[in-house]
């Protein structure tokens, strides 16, 4: 018999083409540990599934993958379908998955935690961002689907407990993978209008059906939102992102009602213990004021008025006394000053002291015309001047000075041309 050699190629697709006709390889359910894992940028997850003795290569493209609601990660032991088959390129065997989830917990729940943990660290559920909800609110939204029981149970409820509140509906779908885009859509849509608060939910469900308020871009919506939010959400023991990130959260639907308006009846009688403390306060603060009229009028100057005018009557006396006697001092002063200066000289003899006055001033003339000047020019002196002022020795004068000579009948100017000893 003759020897025939085929290429690796064509070994590698005969087994691919054996596995592919094996039933038993086309829908495995396995169970194994991550390990390797990689995220590829075009969306697809390779990473190797291993147990305690062995391994084999795995690959979840990109159009399965999107489908998960958790992070894979190593040492993650997960559950998988799909099917084994070969990669012609480089023989190596490898199986094919469809779907994922961790083994012994659902997928959805460990999305949950996850999303949890991941906006608590961000500071979505932190107290501090928590918005008061209005004691009396006047305008109430509602986003939730617009036939059910949720709807019809906030309304009912709102009407019954305080029928002056105004209920908006914007309706959203609230369940589905459209859920989500539609709940955040409505949450923007709302804050157009003058809310006084908001309230997001739904009846209840299993968790797939409520998974809609764990999605991150509702609970961002939520967080965003300048609305005072109350999350409505299932029953009493659902619990879902919106819950952690909404101002606050009712356990159903009616109790997001009965959380967001008052009870009429209790409003009443807050009321009515408005108008016993309004009258209370009335009647303490007349009763307050009537006494401290009656302490008023009990003053001496309500009793007795004329008794403020006497005071006044008899301080205007003094002050008119006071003013009289400062009257006659001053005229007496300057009676006695007058008096002083007619019997002075000045009045007594006043031709004599005139002559006296003209017999000094005469002297004081004659010593004027002895020290004037010009007399002196006159006996044939001169007075010599260099830059207007008189010179009195020869030291004041150097060769090449200019100088001024005053006469009595002018003035000459010259230069020093030499200097005697």
Not at 103 to 108: E, F, P, S
Not at 119 to 126: D, K, N, S, V, Y
Not at 226 to 233: G, K, Q, T, W
Request: net charge positive.
């Amino acid at each position: 018999m003759k020897e025939e050699y085929i290429s690796v190629s064509e070994l590698n697709r005969y087994i691919k083409y054996r596995l592919d006709n094996d039933e038993n390889l086309q829908g495995i359910f396995l169970r194994g540990e991550i390990s390797n894992f990689k995220a590829h940028t075009r969306g697809h997850f390779y990473f190797t599934l291993k147990d305690e003795t062995s391994r084999i290569s795995a690959i979840m493209f990109a159009s399965q993958a999107s489908k998960i609601k958790f992070s894979p990660m190593d040492g993650m032991k997960v559950l998988v379908t799909g099917k084994v088959n070969v990669y012609e390129a480089n023989g190596a065997y490898q199986i094919y998955v469809n779907t994922m989830q961790e083994d012994g917990v659902g997928n959805l729940y460990i999305a949950f935690e996850q999303l949890k943990k991941k906006l608590q660290e961000e500071g979505f559920f932190a107290e501090e961002h928590k918005k008061k909800i209005p004691r009396i609110p006047h305008r109430i939204g509602v986003v939730t689907a617009k036939t059910g029981a949720a709807i019809r149970d906030i309304v009912s409820t709102i009407q019954r407990r305080f029928p002056l509140a105004e209920v908006l509906l914007f309706p959203s779908l609230v369940q589905g993978e459209e859920a989500k885009e539609d709940i955040v859509r409505q949450i923007k849509r709302a804050e157009q209008y003058d809310l006084d608060v908001l309230i997001v939910g739904r009846g209840g469900g299993s968790i797939e059906d409520l998974w809609a308020f764990n999605e991150e871009i509702v609970a961002k919506a939520i967080y965003e939102c300048p609305i005072p939010i109350i999350s409505a959400v299932g029953h009493e023991i659902d619990y879902t992102i919106a819950d952690f990130v909404a101002d606050l959260r009712a356990p159903t639907p009616t109790g997001a009602a009965e959380l967001a308006v008052p009870n009429k009846e209790d409003v009443l009688n807050y009321l009515e213990q408005l108008v016993i403390r309004s009258k209370k306060a009335m009647v303490h603060r007349l009763s307050a004021q009537k006494e401290k009229v009656e302490q008023i009028l009990s003053r001496p100057i309500f009793q007795q008025p004329l008794r403020l005018y006497e005071a006044k009557e008899q301080q205007f006396d003094l002050l008119y006394e006071k003013l009289v006697q400062s009257m006659q001092k001053l005229v007496e002063r300057k009676r006695q000053k007058y008096l002083l200066l007619k019997q002075s000289a000045l009045f007594q003899k006043p031709l004599q002291i005139f002559e006296k006055k003209k017999q000094r001033y005469v002297v004081l003339l004659e010593k004027l015309e002895v020290l004037n000047p010009m007399h002196t020019l006159k006996r044939g002196y001169t007075i010599v001047k260099k830059e207007n002022r008189a010179i009195t020795t020869i030291k004041d004068l150097s060769i090449g000075d200019q100088i001024e000579l005053d006469f009595q009948d002018g003035s000459i100017l010259t230069k020093v041309l030499e200097k005697g000893k």
